[in-house]
Nanobody
Framework: QFQVAESGGGLVQPGGSLILSCTIS????????MAWYRQAPGKEREFVAE????????DYAESVKGRFTISRDNAKNTMTLQMNSLKYEDTAVYYC???????????????WGQGTQVTVSS
């Protein structure tokens, strides 16, 4: 069993920046990818950004392209989301997903964190 924990959320003014972090606990042998999703009040959870386990490839939702940057530190088992030029509509709970993670004791499956609140407000 692996644990995923997000940190770094908070209140920021429009146009501001925040960095979210996701830390993995447990001996992950490998995984498919790590990703950020978000869920705003009254809306379904939506994809934000993804990075492959190797860190070689990334993908972004159209709504955040050019503003958000996802990256992974293999050695530290962490992932970050640099969020710039934040907008009111970026307000949501942001979730970290560890996709397809496994080791010698655990078959591949997805793991989710508890989420961290990001509020963009003046």
């Amino acid at each position: 069993q692996f644990q995923v924990a997000e940190s770094g959320g908070g209140l920021v003014q429009p146009g501001g920046s925040l960095i979210l972090s996701c830390t993995i606990s447990g001996d992950v042998f490998s995984a498919t990818s790590m990703a950020w999703y978000r869920q705003a009040p009254g809306k379904e959870r939506e994809f934000v950004a993804e990075v492959t386990w190797s860190g070689d490839n990334t993908d972004y939702a159209e709504s955040v392209k050019g503003r958000f940057t996802i990256s992974r530190d293999n050695a530290k088992n962490t992932m970050t989301l640099q969020m710039n030029s934040l907008k009111y509509e970026d307000t949501a709970v942001y979730y970290c997903k560890l996709g397809g993670a496994y080791n010698w004791n655990h078959s591949p499956r997805d793991y989710w964190g508890q989420g961290t609140q990001v509020t963009v407000s003046s």
